[in-house]
T-cell receptor, first 113, second 112 residues
Framework: AQSVTQLGSHVSVSEGALVLLRCNYS??????LFWYVQYPNQGLQLLLK??????LVKGINGFEAEFKKSETSFHLTKPSAHMSDAAEYFC???????????FGAGTRLTVKP | KAGVTQTPRYLIKTRGQQVTLSCSPI?????VSWYQQTPGQGLQFLFE???????NKGNFPGRFSGRQFSNSRSEMNVSTLELGDSALYLC???????????FGSGTQLSVL
């Protein structure tokens, strides 16, 4: 069974600062990994995904994540935070064969002016 | 192409009642998954249906059930509602593989 752990339920950064949201996964098979973003009163939208191709994955809105098998991590980064990045971010893991996507508890990102 | 549609958007029920939530996936998508989102627990997987069959199931009591119709629309039912069932229920669809999910805006259920 797969699971993900997101370190830090709340992260606060200043506008223009680096964003780093941490995600560690557990999976018995090589996983697919995802980051989703949720804005208030909306469903989730896919930011980026790793599906066993390049380990550095670029997503929308300037976000990227690096798959590190040795660390079982898939941290999300953005070089310069923007006010519009304030949202809740979810890391997710999926078994490539079975599907069955499981999500972390989420990290709420606050961006201060 | 229309997105994932969930109805109703908001629901208020009392303890002991039952509720049915509806989800229409993106046209052509055969897989529908349901998730419960609460501030304390995050996103918890309920179940997934593919071609009218439950393919995966999370760790929820039997009060939570679902079904999928031949047109891929799905319903989720919760019986004997408890206060702790208050949550945002999200539906997501995809073509049936293990890649990305497309989410609806959710149904906000409040149990009083």
């Amino acid at each position: 069974a797969q699971s993900v752990t997101q370190l830090g339920s709340h992260v606060s950064v200043s506008e223009g600062a680096l964003v780093l949201l941490r995600c560690n996964y557990s999976s018995s098979v090589p996983p697919y990994l995802f980051w989703y973003v949720q804005y208030p009163n909306q469903g989730l939208q896919l930011l980026l995904k790793y599906t066993s191709a390049a380990t550095l994955v670029k997503g929308i809105n300037g976000f990227e994540a690096e798959f590190k098998k040795s660390e079982t991590s898939f941290h999300l980064t953005k070089p310069s935070a923007h006010m519009s990045d304030a949202a809740e971010y979810f890391c997710a893991v999926s078994d490539p064969i079975v599907g069955d996507m499981r999500f972390g508890a989420g990290t709420r990102l606050t961006v201060k002016p | 192409k229309a997105g994932v549609t969930q109805t109703p958007r908001y629901l208020i029920k009392t303890r002991g009642q039952q509720v049915t939530l509806s989800c229409s996936p993106i046209s052509g998508h055969r897989s529908v998954s349901w998730y419960q989102q609460t501030p304390g627990q995050g996103l918890q997987f309920l179940f997934e249906y593919f071609s009218e069959t439950q393919r995966n199931k999370g760790n929820f009591p039997g009060r939570f059930s679902g079904r999928q119709f031949s047109n891929s629309r799905s319903e989720m039912n919760v019986s004997t509602l408890e206060l702790g069932d208050s949550a945002l229920y999200l539906c997501a669809s995809n073509s049936g593989g293990s890649e990305k999910l497309f989410f609806g805006s959710g149904t906000q259920l409040s149990v009083l």
